[in-house]
């Protein structure tokens, strides 16, 4: 596949986005390349593109996959598998979102649970337990609310996000 400029540039910026929100910089490059590619493609075809070793790309896309954002589909006769992105913007962000929310968010919550039902019985004192339950309150109030926005159809989701930003503009500020 051929890139010009500006598709190398967005794989590289993406890369580096990657790298910022804890993702290999080179698996980050390697789902660009398939949220751009307008076609699937195999492995030797983003390793030869990207310039990436081959075992580096397979170990990409088996993170990849793992995180639900790119799929495995293989044509009747052929031998090799052929790799696509989540190409809806929307489904992209909802997979990662979820993603990150099993991975990092839902787990803290249950350590914080356990934490401060042990500060309970413990010399932790008073002003320690009302942060410890203030942390846990607030992050189990952003997880409530998506999941429950979460389970509404996208259209409503949409028209919240931007009923959302005009709400904003009317309410005061700090």
Known sequence: MH?????????????????????????????????????????EEISETLGLARSNVSTGLKELQG??????SRALGERRDVFTSVQDMFDLARVVIEGRREREFAPTIAALRDVAE????????????????????????????????????????????????????FLPKG
Do not use: C
């Open 67 to 72: 995180w639900k954002l790119v799929k495995a």
């Open 3 to 43: 890139l010009t400029p500006a598709m190398q540039d967005f794989i590289l910026h993406w890369g580096e986005m990657g790298a910022k929100w804890g993702v290999n910089r080179s698996v980050a490059q390697i789902h660009a390349l398939l949220h751009i590619a307008p076609e699937p493609l195999d492995a």
């Open 118 to 169: 042990a500060a309970e019985g413990d010399a932790t004192p008073d002003h320690v337990k009302a942060r410890m339950k203030e942390t846990l309150q607030t992050m189990q109030m952003f997880d409530d609310w998506y999941r429950d926005v979460s389970t509404l159809p996208r259209g409503i989701q949409l028209l919240a996000m931007k009923l959302g930003a005009k709400i904003a503009r």
